[in-house]
């Protein structure tokens, strides 16, 4: 059993089939990369993953417990942490607040009215914070504003931000989409690096073979919303129907 | 000090000092000269400028933290005022009852509003929000009329119950009062040409809006004002972060209805006459300019911003052509009418020209409203001299 | 029945003024992305360049003539300086044309005052926070309301619509009904027709010029447009003009309707707005829609038999639906996604 359960999930937009029959199973611990072409419903899944949207059938378990149904604060809240294609932080805030905040959420749940209290009063909640930045080598900006950040930069605070929350499931959309090879480089060593030390589970969706040969231990192949084959990387890269149906066109 | 950090604490006891001071800094001119026109410092209007500066910050708390323009907020102006003519018919007319239950009843009225409205973002909150008020508005002017008095409003008469006083005597309408000091009572002091007024009604509503003040102080530096910045910043990012934004969202709406609930609460104690324009859109409009032209965001904003425009409609509407007459009387005869008639379409009934063009200045000129410009009199200070605070300070004056 | 359709018909032209205000108001949001508070405001000055229009007509001069009393006095003779131009019959036509006239009057200066206002002001905004668009249109709104008010004073003045439209068309005897049952006064159906000429104009305008088809894509996608090369800021001066103009001819149009003064533009701002949010915010399509189904709803609850069931709800009503529509669709009728959420 993995920690993320996929079964026959279908999607369908109008006539469009995104998903069809998609059966995933993401073990405990490991990186997992999704690929497939454009339109092969890589992010509708994802986005089944996290509660944006309701597959038509099937189901998705997390650790046990459907995910189906529940809105993206709850999956949050069970565990599971995403970040974006174009890092999603809290532009208007400093770096420090945009990491505190994840960490109230944790504490606290999905609502607490906690308006009497300071921010500056909780110590132990501000260390634990400074520690987050000192990890992923952001402590001389905690007080910098988030959105005049580089792009790289709010990778990694968007990054520190879900890890704070200690996930179980860190999904990432295309973390290196639009980034030059020196950035693509740092984020794939942060990455490699989470996985090491933490035990959280990854699943991947990447563009970028280079990437994902560097990370992934287990690939899911998707084409045309359906998995055509999931193996290790090594096996992977030699597969007949994945050089036809995917890396033939991109190589 | 009181849980706050040192730069806090200083702004608290700044506004908590011109509130004390009032009567004298708003009393700058000696009666009887012709400057004494400006002066601000008579108890009508220092009490306006609290209760506004009460319902101005709770309405920053709202606008200024999570970006929701909300422009029904005079609605729980209104059923504040309402409530408290109530309790002050009903129960007493000692005010404090009457306070409290016009904050109450604000807040549960803002509960089901905000509810409802908080389904929608942008401006189709905004829309949402005035809908309800206007309906309110039109209700308490019509169909209401056996709770809210209708066009003529609600006031306190001679036959009102009052279960818990005493039987009035000498036939008058008693005056609102806390412990048998009534609001209107003044103790006027004489300092040579100088009349300073102290008002009780005005020393109450200047100590709620301290205490109001410094709540707001304490909201905005926690871990709730955060929270409530962040939806401002990226709900989507909040969403993924674990965040009921709702609960979070309704929460604030509902305090920042309770301090409007408070200002009407707070009106009523003074005048006790409540009308349905209280509830109309022009005084939602009103707190929105006010905290806008303030600095939205900003702590002490809000408050400058309601006492400015208080200032204007009570100050500059009441400088009439015989007045300039006198001003400029040392003027040649020519240039004195010239002065006169090209100041002439600004002033008396031509305020809100005067207003519109404070407006449109202020917007133009200093982006982040009256507390950008007071920190740029400061920068520009504290170039030239180490201690800047002057600028800031001279800033706040107008509006205490 | 017959009230039934009496009420269609009134809520046809105040559905119509308010599809109009409505517009323009679209058009300058889904272009300019400019939140205008002082669109009443220019509704109003289109009601005052009838009354400037209708006075400078009017305006009397000496004859040179002298006019003996019966007592032996001797009064100047005035008379509309008009008379002496076009002669007293065609003169006396043209001053009881005035409010017709003024919509040629009105466009050039509409225009104008659209073109200064967006030179001078609003193109400043366009980056600026909506709150910042919302203060500073809101205070120049103040501030063309009270110039209005210092020379025109703050009473309402008739206008009247020329005498060929004073009266009422008998409707119900035309449709079967009985005689004066439906009476429905002739200026109110120009005002009508008047409106749907302006608003098919508007939208022939951006459906079939080239000029029309770009400010369509850059409602829709302005980074693109802009990108395209194409200079959209002449686009927007222009864009404001035109909005500007329909507000004014709105305006122009309505006084014999309601008789114009300074704050007449405030009173229908609101409603404008709650019309716009409907509709569904940069839809141009949705403004009119939501402008004709809250005029008509507005004049039902108006009916004696709405009101003794459900009394005040005439005074609510728009709102009411405001608040049904956008709880039932969160976009307003026709409006898209991720306009204007945040």
Known sequence: MGILEIKDVNKRFGGLQALGDVNLSVKQNTVHAIIGPNGAGKSTL???????????????????????????????????????????????????????????????????????????????????????????????????????????????????MCLIQEPRLLLLDEPTAGMARADTNNTIDLLKEISSTRNITMAIIEHDMHVVFSLAERITVLAQGTPLVEDTPDNIKGHPKVREAYLGETD | MFGLNTKDTRLLLIVALLVVLAPFLLNPFPEGSALAQFNAGYPDLMQRFV??????????????????????????????????????????INVIPAIIISTIVAGMFALLIGFISLRRSGIYFSILTLAFAQMAFALAASVLTPITGGETGLQTSLNDPRILDAASEGGNIPAPSIFGLQMRDSFELS???????????????????????????????????????????????????????RPYMLACFV?????????????????????????????????????????????????????????????????????????????????????????????????????????????????GGLVEGGQRIARLFSRKKPSGKDGATTRTEPAE | MDQFILQILNGL??????????????????????????????????????????????????????MKTAWGTENPVTEPWIYGTLGEVTGQTVIDWAVPLSILFSIPVMIGIGVLMERGLIKHFYKRPHADQILVTFGLAIVLQEIIKY?????????????????????????????????????????????????????????????????????SDRETVGLLGINIDRRFTIMFGIAAAVAGLAGVMYTPIVSPNYHMGMDFLVISFVVVVVGGMGSLGGAVLAGFILGTLESFASMQFVLERLPGINQIVIYLAAIVILLTRPRGLLGRKGVMED
């Open chain 3, 151 to 219: 020379y025109f004073g703050a009473n309402q003045i008739a206008t009247p619509a020329p005498a060929a439209f004073v009266g009422s068309f008998d409707f119900g005897s035309l449709i079967g009904f009985d005689a004066n049952s439906i009476i429905y006064p002739y200026w109110r159906i120009i005002y009508f027709c008047f409106s749907l000429v302006l608003i098919a104009a508007v939208f022939a305008f951006l459906q079939f010029t080239t000029f029309g088809m770009v400010v369509r894509a850059g409602m």
């Open chain 2, 191 to 245: 300092v040579g040409e100088w009349l300073f007024t102290f008002n009780t009604g005005y020393y109450l509503s200047g100590i709620i809006m301290v205490l109001a003040f410094y709540v707001a102080i304490r909201i905005f530096r926690s871990p709730f004002g955060l929270m409530l910045k962040a939806i401002k910043s990226n709900q989507q990012r909040m969403h993924y972060t674990g965040v009921n934004t």
């Open chain 1, 46 to 160: 994802l986005n089944c993953l996290v509660g944006k949207l309701i597959p038509d059938t099937g189901s998705v378990m997390f650790d046990g417990q459907s995910v189906l149904g529940r809105t993206p604060y709850q999956i949050n809240q069970m565990g599971i942490s995403r970040v974006f294609q174009t890092p999603e932080i809290f532009g208007d805030l400093s770096v420090i607040e945009n990491i505190m905040i994840p960490l109230f959420a944790k504490r606290d749940g999905a609502f607490r009215l906690q308006a009497i209290s300071s921010v500056d009063s909780q110590t132990e909640m501000r260390e634990r914070a400074e520690e987050m930045l000192e990890e992923v080598g952001m402590q001389d900006k905690r007080h910098m504003h988030a959105a005049s950040m580089s792009r790289g930069d709010k990778r990694r605070l968007e990054m520190a």
């Open chain 3, 13 to 66: 032209d105040k559905g119509s003024a308010y599809a109009l205000i409505a517009l323009g108001l679209t058009l300058i949001f889904g272009t300019l992305g400019v939140v205008n508070f002082a669109h009443g405001a220019l509704f109003m000055l289109g009601a005052f360049c009838t009354v400037t229009l209708s006075r400078f007509l009017s305006f009397e001069v000496d004859t040179g003539e002298v």
């Open chain 2, 51 to 92: 209760i506004f500066g009460v319902f101005a910050i709770g309405f920053n708390i709202l606008f200024g933290l999570t970006g929701y323009l909300s422009f029904g907020h005079a609605a729980f102006l209104g059923a504040g005022s309402y409530a408290g003519v109530w309790m002050l018919k009903l129960l007493t």
């Open chain 2, 255 to 367: 305090i920042s209805g309770m301090y409007a609930g408070l200002a009407g609460g707070l009106m009523v104690a003074m005048d006790p006459l409540a009308g349905a324009e209280r509830m109309q859109w022009t005084a939602s409009g009103e707190v929105v300019l006010m905290t806008i032209l303030g600095g939205t965001g900003t702590l002490i904003g809000p408050v400058l911003g309601a006492g400015l425009i208080k200032y204007f409609e009570n100050i500059f509407s009441k400088i009439n052509d015989n007045l300039l007459h006198q001003w400029f009387a040392f003027l040649p005869d020519g240039m004195e009418e010239f002065m006169v008639t090209i100041i002439h379409p600004f002033i008396g009934k031509g305020w809100h020209l005067t207003l519109g063009l404070l407006f449109m200045g202020v917007v133009i000129f200093l982006p």
